[in-house]
Nanobody, 118 residues
Framework: QVQLVETGGGLVQAGGSLRLSCAASGSTRSITDMAWYRQAPGKQRELVASISSGGTTNYADSVKGRVTISRDSDKNTVYLQMNSLKPEDTAVYYC????????????WGQGTQVTVSS
């Protein structure tokens, strides 16, 4: 199995920046794609950004140009650098990892709160 722990959330003013980190442990060699999702109050969980094992990235239209996802395979960690934050970015951010054990499985972190004040 794969366990994920997110850190780096907090309160920031609009226009500010935050960097979220997600550290993976357990069967990390079986991890393929990793991603960040977010869920705002009263809304469905949505994909923010994803990164494949080969480094291919994908971003939601709402965050393109403001957010960068990256991963350090040596540290089994994925990052989400968020700049020019807006109040509508306020949400709980969740890390997600796809891995094989031996079938495709998904692991979620516990989430980290990001609050952007106007």
């Amino acid at each position: 199995q794969v366990q994920l722990v997110e850190t780096g959330g907090g309160l920031v003013q609009a226009g500010g920046s935050l960097r979220l980190s997600c550290a993976a442990s357990g069967s990390t060699r079986s991890i393929t794609d990793m991603a960040w999702y977010r869920q705002a109050p009263g809304k469905q969980r949505e994909l923010v950004a994803s990164i494949s094992s080969g480094g291919t990235t994908n971003y939601a239209d709402s965050v393109k140009g403001r957010v960068t996802i990256s991963r350090d395979s040596d540290k089994n960690t994925v990052y989400l650098q968020m700049n020019s934050l807006k109040p509508e970015d306020t949400a709980v951010y969740y890390c997600n990892a796809q891995y094989f054990n031996p079938l495709i499985r998904f692991s979620w972190g516990q989430g980290t709160q990001v609050t952007v004040s106007s």
